[in-house]
């Protein structure tokens, strides 16, 4: 395989999907804010754009994986980075934002010929290393259709279809996350309540991960929980559960949970 591929954003997650991509034999061209996160990318070959602009090739496909709403407004909106990705290119998304932002998105790329496809990506890091992730996905059926081999190279068997409707798929994964974080956050004081009780909590994780609780979430989170395994210190909980919260008020729908949610679970600065 030797198409080229732009990628943007070389985070915790980015990094081991690009790698997947380079791995699935994808040229690449990678553009992240701090350089140096490149440089394993660059050693396998990787082209390093000093632009967004330059990570894009006319009427080719370009991934982003980055932080929020306004950097990847700021990646889109960036001197020639529409223009240079042009008539038939397509940029898939793969970060967690607000629909009505990657609706926006979608239609600035309209203007311009492009097409913007919605894949935000649901996996920890070392499920992204073992091409473990699950991937809704929505946009116009051609692009997808033209995208598709790239995301079975991160997830071949995780990808969900939700139609052509942009903001679909980025629903999917805040509703997703809300859920993620409600799971996590019940297992917690469960398990702090049975040893409290003089339970042993590795064996209330074997019991209920393996009958009634059987699914990935609660046995990956219960396995950190019985290792006391330092917590991490994630802006991504509050940032999404905004985002839950955000949507809930647009569309008049209650979030008792997702509010009590984000008072109870700490917060911590965005990533650099």
Not at 30 to 37: D, E, G
Not at 164 to 188: D, P, Q, W, Y
């Amino acid at each position: 395989m030797t198409e080229t591929l732009g990628f943007i954003g070389l985070g915790l997650l980015g990094l081991p999907v690009a790698t997947n991509l380079a791995s699935a034999g994808y040229a690449l061209r990678v553009y992240n804010r701090t350089a140096s996160k490149a440089d394993l990318l660059v050693a396998r070959g990787a082209h390093l754009a000093a632009h967004p602009a330059d990570a894009a090739l006319p009427g080719g496909i370009v991934v982003s994986l980055i932080w929020d709403d306004a950097a990847l407004d700021t990646i889109v909106t960036s001197e020639g980075f529409l223009d240079r990705l042009g008539p038939g290119g397509i940029h898939i998304s793969m970060s967690t934002v607000l629909p009505e932002t990657a609706r926006r998105l979608a239609a600035l790329h309209a203007e311009h010929g492009s097409t913007y496809v919605e894949a935000p990506i649901f996996g920890r890091p070392e499920a992204a290393a073992a091409r473990k992730l699950v991937i809704p996905l929505a946009g116009p059926a051609a692009a997808k259709l033209r995208v598709r081999p790239v995301l079975e190279a991160l997830g071949a068997h995780n990808i969900f279809d939700f139609g052509e409707a942009i903001g679909a798929a980025t629903t999917v994964k805040i509703l997703g996350n809300f859920l993620i974080f409600s799971a996590a956050r019940s297992m917690a004081e469960a398990l702090a309540l049975a040893e409290h009780s003089g339970v042993e909590p590795s064996a209330v994780v074997d019991m209920l991960t393996t009958t009634l609780f059987a699914a990935p979430i609660y046995q990956s989170y219960g396995k950190l929980l019985v290792a006391k395994a330092p917590a991490p210190q994630s802006a991504i909980p509050h940032k999404d559960l905004g985002l839950f919260k955000h949507i809930a008020a647009q569309v008049g729908s209650p979030s008792p949970i997702a509010n009590q949610l984000f008072e109870l679970l700490p917060h911590a600065a965005r990533p650099a």
